[in-house]
């Protein structure tokens, strides 16, 4: 804990837990058995139990890693079984049975553990730097409301953007759901790709699996859908564009957008898509309507800008280097933290 966001009056300390460097805070209630070790002094809500070694008989960050194993919070939840604490308190940690090497072992697998969040915080910190950039970058690199040119340019592109409705230069078409989809849902590992909201990639912009599929029969009463085509959630993560990798079919909760004239660079249109600029078009032209999600007649009388197709082939590989790096830095994070459970689960009794 390096930080709080509020703090209290000293006359308040009385009635609270002071806490200093070194101690260890358990939660007891919300995150559920989750230890931190203090790194600055202050005091403690109640949603917390202070564990300090007076006597130093633990290393502290093995004590720290000790007390967050599934081992302990599976003591925490034995013992509180079928009484009615619904969270920690002192007597039932206190009653745990905690098992610990020589203090010589303790620092080794301290260290080692600390190791892992460290890197953990590396990739996360360089995850949210990137992410910052890229929001940046979407609004500095396309024309704002009323202007011709973006603020930031690649070297060697000048002149005014186009710009035309959307719907004027690709074609726009809802996804569908055959009904009741049970009937059409297979394991058939020979049946269609079936992408629905939650199949979008946290990270990224590529559609690349599914986790259903659907029978063949189906595919009258939905859309079909290519590698290279775009879709666009019309719903949940409003207005999230997607590039499709793979063949398949979409849930209504999707528009398909196909560039047959190839009009677009495929990356630079996908990101264009997903500015503030153009969410900002969307709920507009569906203020004050009984819309409540995306349809293709707004999304294509929205107003699109765009440069050159190399100037677009340009921008579109910034942004999909950025997506990269994104999705390097949270595959080492998920790498990292299976590591240490796996670790945490295998190094203590």
Known sequence: ITRTKEKIKTEGLSKTREVHPGDLILSNSMSFGRPYIMAIDGCIHDGWLLIRDN?????????CYMLGTDMMLSQYKQMAAGSTVNNLNKELVGNTVVKYPSPEEQSKMGDYFSIFDNLITLHQRKCDETKKLKKCMLQKMFPKEGEKVP???FSGFTGDWKQRKLGDM??????GSPRPIDKFITEDKNGLNWVKIGD?????NYITRTKEKIKTEGLSKTREVHPGDLILSNSMSFGRPYIMAIDGCIHDGWLLIRDHEKKFDLKYLCCMLGTDMMLFQYKQMAAGSTVNNLNK????NTVVKYPSPAEQSKIGVYFSTLDGIITLHKKKCDELRNIKKFMLQNMFI
């Open 55 to 63: 006597e130093k008989r633990f290393d502290l960050k093995y004590l």
């Open 200 to 204: 979008a990639p946290e990270q990224g």
């Open 170 to 175: 690709v074609i726009i078409e809802r996804g």
């Open 151 to 153: 603020e930031i340019r």
């Open 297 to 300: 007649e707004l999304v294509g």
